[in-house]
């Protein structure tokens, strides 16, 4: 299998962290696509937003998923990038969908202790519980439509690395 590998979550999901890990597990690159938009326009999230709200920001990274889609790649995606059907139906057809799974308290917990590796504006200004809480109501059936596997997210990284190892030998549901 050459496919890309696509990490679905919400931010704190580990999408950055396992996904890279993963990476260097199975020989693939590995890519961020919020890292991609910055390297490429210069621009934060954060400030893609501010210039052009969240729909400029959105418009981008569905550009950057198929500018980042190539073979033995993994590619870490933004925590919004399941709304859009066309992202959802595009990751599904050109590669394998992982979503990293945990509860909005061990979201909230893990961005509460690391403030700084969470580069996103906050989408509610509620605090950080409550919002993953409602973003969770939002999107988990997004997340469970994208993902060809959905994956227990709340382990040590080595171990959820692991379960996607596992999961990916499966056939796909
Ligand atoms: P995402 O890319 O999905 O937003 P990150 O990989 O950046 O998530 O992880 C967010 C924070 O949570 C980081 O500080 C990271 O070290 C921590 N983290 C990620 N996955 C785990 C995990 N499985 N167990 C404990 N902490 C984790
Ligand atoms: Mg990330």
New binding site residues.
């Given amino acids: 299998m050459t496919q890309p590998i696509f ?1 679905v ?12 890990e993963l990476a260097k597990a199975l020989g693939y690159k590995f890519v ?1 696509t919020d890292l991609y938009l910055l390297r490429t326009s210069g621009l934060s999230v954060a400030d893609i937003v501010d210039r052009e709200g969240w729909e400029g920001f959105r418009r981008r990274e569905t550009e950057a998923l198929k500018a980042v889609c190539s073979p033995l790649t993994v590619v ?1 995606t933004g ?1 919004g990038a399941v709304l859009a059907q066309e992202n959802r139906d595009f990751m599904r057809e050109a590669g394998t969908v992982i979503y ?1 799974r ?1 509860p909005a308290s ?1 979201l909230a917990n ?2 509460e ?2 403030p700084q ?2 580069q ?1 504006p906050t989408l509610t200004g509620r605090p950080i519980t409550e919002e993953m809480m409602q973003v969770l109501n939002e999107r988990e059936a997004l997340y469970q439509e994208a993902a060809h596997h959905v994956v227990d ?5 080595a ?2 690395v692991n379960s996607v190892m596992d999961a990916l030998a499966l056939p796909v549901a």
């Fill in positions: 990490m979550g919400a931010r704190g999901a580990g999408k950055t962290t396992v996904g890279s961020d870490a925590g990293l945990s061990t893990r961005l202790d690391a590796e969470d996103r997210g709340t382990q040590d990284p171990l959820v």
